[in-house]
């Protein structure tokens, strides 16, 4: 068999593939961007299966197995044993073999002799690497505090170091996966019901499903992706607001193309029309929510005419949707979303859909919003940090997720007020490409005394190291141990556990978080204190209150499962505790008057764009997991660049042409380092431009990912703060688009 049909035949079974990579094809297609298939080395004929495995190609871990030949991994494969991804993955995790053996890959543990963000590298030994790296944090620690330390972690192998650097004493810690990803949606639904919301929406089930932004098929998770296509499936009605006609907006009953940043005021529109015709489910507000009134009172100016005119959309379209969702209750998807940092204002968008689904009555509930719950497993950390209260940069933002928002650590850095910050580490995140305004984060990379890059690939971050070290892959290690569950009513409630098992022997010097944490520790005079002797002690540990252990696992193939309990009320059992203060849902929350912020829902306009720019929006290649995937000769193959999305309309005006070579210039004059392919389409507003977010890399040592395509990052120098939660809203940049 030959490996590029294979390859083929697993993105078209993938459920997701099904939705998403025809997307990928037309764009290059239509922009003449085939270039020769990679090919193909022979059949699968006397591989060994290893099961075990855990993808970590994005975030949503699916369970994989992999076929090995003489050491060498050469084919993963959905674990069928899985009752989330079952034998699917995506075109991602199915290219996980060449992010494994990319021979760009970091190998040895290095040190900067050169300049920051102009490195030359030399190699050192793990010794040299952790003594030097030991002694300047101490040293940084001992003059300035342990809050001089700050720590930006993404992922699975960012974990324990997390937890370690939070137990010598920094609060700035800052996960890109809260502050520029979900935080906000979880501080805003926790306000809400009391919980975090995850993206435990039941579309499956669900006879209507609301996508704000969410641009599934596009945004690509293997299992939730199922759940969606099951629910289109079985004749749910999808509403899809979008300025753009996204992979969802195209299976769209009802595809409102709003204007950025009005999400707030369509809701609470739709809030009032449900309100005003009766159709809310009265008996849950009764018994569950606290406010209605309140909500009710301040929804009063909400009209359709109203948000028609704020979110540039036909008055009827708002009336479609309410009525829509008011038939179907309580059996609708309001989806949480997941990145939600747009525009500053995104905490009150996040409680109106909150709010929504409340009224709506749809939680616990077929198609509602639920809690599925896992198996109970154990806990092996560090013990909690504890710093001295006047070093906590956070409390400004009294809804802020856990750690410090980002740009309380950047400007701390920068000014040296109200202390001073010393060191920057990163470990499985790049902050260049993930936090808006580049200059500010070279900047501060520059000005610290001391920076050291954990990372796995030589990426844009990791050319301001000092030390940089190279981790091994989630296929090379143990790790992370997921519990969750499936409860699709035709079938029994089943709950699973599973660990991360390395499916190959590491090669090189790489090794685990667990091993260099400890070791940084010993040398900083915490050898005492340490937690758990190796990763697969930390993963037996998690197991242990499960029955469960790693060789138990192996035996069952990676996975245990068992019988859950549905995630559903009990007939006639609609009534609920939540945990909120008030023990209800609250939709005015007196928590949220008490710090001076809206206690309902309200719409906080943004910047409106200036005449001749257009707003510049971004999303995912369904193909890419933002900048860690750039350099994998696969996905590069299939996505090579990020086509510019550009209205007909516009591009007439100015005489541009679909698959014109372009540049983008903001309103502050950043031009975009490199060109990439002109999307000319009905399918985007007028006023919105859009591009897939992750390309553009600038470190000359990736061999296939450097400068392809436009990075969206290099040109959000304004950004908002969130003043609820401190996140960074990344949607406020206009831009040009200017000929090549
Ligand atoms: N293939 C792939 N899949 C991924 C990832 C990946 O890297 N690659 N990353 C994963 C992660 S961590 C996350 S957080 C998610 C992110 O994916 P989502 O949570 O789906 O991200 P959103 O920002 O909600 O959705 C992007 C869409 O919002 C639209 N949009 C822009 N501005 C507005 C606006 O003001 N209003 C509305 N209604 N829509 C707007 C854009 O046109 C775009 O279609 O994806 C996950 N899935
Ligand atoms: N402009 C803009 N900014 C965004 C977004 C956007 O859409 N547009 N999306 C936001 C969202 S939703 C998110 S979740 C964040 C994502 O932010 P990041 O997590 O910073 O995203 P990546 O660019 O994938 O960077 C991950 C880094 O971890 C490294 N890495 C991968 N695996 C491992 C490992 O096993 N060990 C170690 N040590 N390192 C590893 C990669 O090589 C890479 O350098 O970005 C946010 N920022
Ligand atoms: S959705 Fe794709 S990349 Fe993400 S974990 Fe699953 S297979 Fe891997
Ligand atoms: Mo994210």
């Not at 030097?132 to 040293?139: D, G, H, I, W, Y």
């Not at 306000?191 to 499956?204: H, I, L």
């Not at 505790?577 to 008057?593: G, H, M, P, R």
Request: net charge neutral; aromatic share 10%; hydrophobic share 40%.
């Amino acid at each position: 068999m030959n490996i590029k049909l294979t390859r083929r035949k697993f993105l078209h079974s993938a459920s997701v593939a099904a939705a998403s990579v025809p997307l990928a094809r037309l764009a290059r297609a239509e922009n003449g961007l085939v270039k020769k298939p990679v090919t193909a080395p022979g059949s699968y004929a006397g591989t060994e299966t290893r099961y075990g495995g855990v993808c970590e190609m994005c975030f949503w871990r699916c369970q994989l197995v992999g076929k090995v030949r003489n050491g060498r991994l050469i084919k993963l494969e959905g674990n069928p044993k899985s009752i989330e991804n079952g034998k699917s993955i995506c075109a991602r995790g199915n290219a996980g073999i060449q992010l494994l053996y990319d021979p760009d890959r970091l190998k040895y543990p290095l040190k900067n002799v050169g300049e920051r963000g102009a490195p030359k590298w030399k190699r050192i030994s793990w010794e040299e690497a952790l003594d030097e790296t030991a002694s300047r944090l101490k040293e940084i620690q001992k003059k300035y505090g342990p809050h001089a330390v700050a720590l930006f972690p993404h992922g699975a192998s960012a974990f324990y170091p997390l937890q370690y650097f939070e137990f010598t004493g920094t609060p700035n810690i800052s996960e890109a996966s809260f502050y520029q990803c979900r935080g906000v949606r979880d501080m805003a639904y926790m306000s809400t019901f009391g919980f975090a919301p995850g993206e435990n929406v039941d579309m499956a089930n669900a006879k209507a499903i609301l996508l704000v932004g969410t641009h599934l098929g596009e945004n690509v998770h293997v299992s939730h992706l199922k759940q969606y296509l099951k629910g289109l499936e079985n004749g749910a009605k999808l509403i899809v607001l979008d300025p753009r006609f996204s992979a969802a907006a195209s299976k769209a009953h009802i595809w409102v193309a709003i204007k950025p940043g009005t999400d707030t005021a369509f809701l609470q529109a739709v809030m009032k029309r449900l309100i005003d015709t009766g159709k809310y489910d009265k008996e849950f507000v009764a018994k569950s929510c606290l406010g209605f009134e309140e909500l009710k009172e301040s929804l009063a100016e909400a009209t359709p005419e109203w948000a028609a005119k704020t979110c540039d959309v036909p008055k009827e379209q708002i009336l479609q949707v309410a009525d829509l969702l008011g038939a179907n209750l309580p059996n609708v998807s309001i989806h949480p979303g997941r990145h939600t940092t747009w525009y500053g204002n995104d905490f009150q968008r996040l409680r109106a859909q909150a709010c929504l689904t409340a009224i709506l009555g749809a939680y616990g509930v077929p198609g509602g919003l639920i809690q599925p719950k896992g198996v109970k497993l154990g806990k092996a950390s560090w013990g909690h940090g504890v710093f001295a209260e006047d070093c906590d940069l956070s409390t400004f933002w009294p809804f802020h997720p856990p750690g410090t928002p980002t740009e309380a650590i950047r400007e701390t850095t920068l000014t040296g007020k109200p202390y001073p910050i010393k060191a920057w580490i990163a470990w499985g995140q790049n902050p260049i490409q993930t936090l808006p305004n580049q200059p500010e984060t070279i900047a501060a990379l520059k000005k610290v005394d001391f920076v050291m890059v954990t990372d796995i690939m030589p990426m844009d971050i990791t050319m301001y190291a000092d030390i940089l070290l190279p981790g091994k892959s989630y296929l090379e290690r143990y790790d992370y141990v997921k519990t969750g569950m499936q409860w699709n009513p035709a079938d029994k409630p089943q709950q699973f556990v599973t660990a991360r098992m390395p499916l190959v022997e590491p090669m090189f010097e790489r090794r685990d978080s667990v091993w260099i944490v400890n070791e940084l520790a010993k040398r900083m005079g915490y050898g005492d204190k340490i937690p758990v002797a190796s990763i697969e002690e930390h993963v037996e540990i998690r197991l242990e209150p499960a029955g469960l252990s790693i060789a138990k696992l192996k035996e069952m193939e990676g996975i245990f499962i068992k019988e859950g309990t549905s995630p559903y009320a009990e007939a006639g059992q609609r009534a609920f505790e939540f945990s909120t203060d008030s023990e209800k849902v609250e939709l005015y929350s007196e928590q949220i008057d008490d710090n001076e912020f809206s206690p309902v829902p309200t719409y906080i306009p943004t910047g409106e764009v200036p005449a001749g720019y257009a707003r510049l929006v971004y999303g995912r290649s369904p193909v890419h997991s933002f900048s860690r995937t750039q350099n994998n000769t696969w996905l590069h193959h299939e996505m090579p660049e990020n086509p510019v999305w550009l209205n007909d309309s516009v591009a007439a005006k100015q005489g541009l042409k679909d698959g014109d070579r372009v540049m983008l210039i903001n309103q502050d004059g950043v031009k975009s380092r490199n060109s990439t392919i002109l999307k000319v389409t009905p399918g985007i507003r007028a006023d919105t431009v859009y591009l897939a977010h992750g390309y553009g890399a600038m470190n000359p040592e990736l061999t296939v990912g450097k400068g392809q395509g436009i990075d969206d990052q290099g040109l959000i120098t304004k950004f908002g703060i969130d003043p609820e939660t401190g996140a960074t809203g990344m949607r406020t940049n206009f831009v040009k688009v200017v000929k090549a």
